[in-house]
């Protein structure tokens, strides 16, 4: 948007630029849909959230860990963002010793597949948010 189209004025291109409330942001993060909900976006708070929520607890049953960084293991450090991408549900899961992965079990590698993937379209929806909050998609 480096120049305004017709019908634009340079105060309607700065305002949707503008960033996206701080607290919206968080509370997008921290509870997947929420950010959808109050934007008054209900179908896309209750299929992401769903979508999110489905795929976490998938991960939990099939034995995958919540990603903790390692010392020594760089990698660790990628999976641990991308599992922290799933807000208050890793937190709770760490609290309440869940996610705590088995290597031994069947489902170990699913489950971690499941826990990382429900964090990276957390994070992908608190992007929407953003957008939508910004004037930058309906």
């Not at 993937?117 to 309906?138: C, F, P, Q, W, Y």
Request: glycine content about 12%; overall charge neutral; some cysteine.
């Amino acid at each position: 948007m480096d120049n305004p189209s017709k019908g634009e004025t340079a105060t309607d291109v700065a305002k949707v630029v503008s960033a996206a409330p701080p607290l919206l942001l968080l509370a997008a993060w921290l509870v997947p849909g929420l950010g959808h909900l109050i934007l008054k976006q209900r179908l896309r708070a209750v299929v992401f959230g769903g979508v999110i929520l489905a795929a976490f607890l998938t991960g939990i049953v099939l034995n995958g860990e919540l990603a903790v960084p390692r010392a020594g293991a760089p990698f660790s450090w990628l999976a641990f963002a991308a599992c922290i991408g799933n807000g208050a549900l890793y937190v709770a899961g760490r609290l309440l010793d869940l996610g705590l992965g088995n290597p031994m079990a069947q489902g170990f590698s699913y489950g971690n597949t499941f826990l990382v993937t429900a964090g990276l379209m957390n994070l992908l929806t608190v992007l929407d948010v953003s957008d939508i909050a910004r004037g930058l998609k309906e």
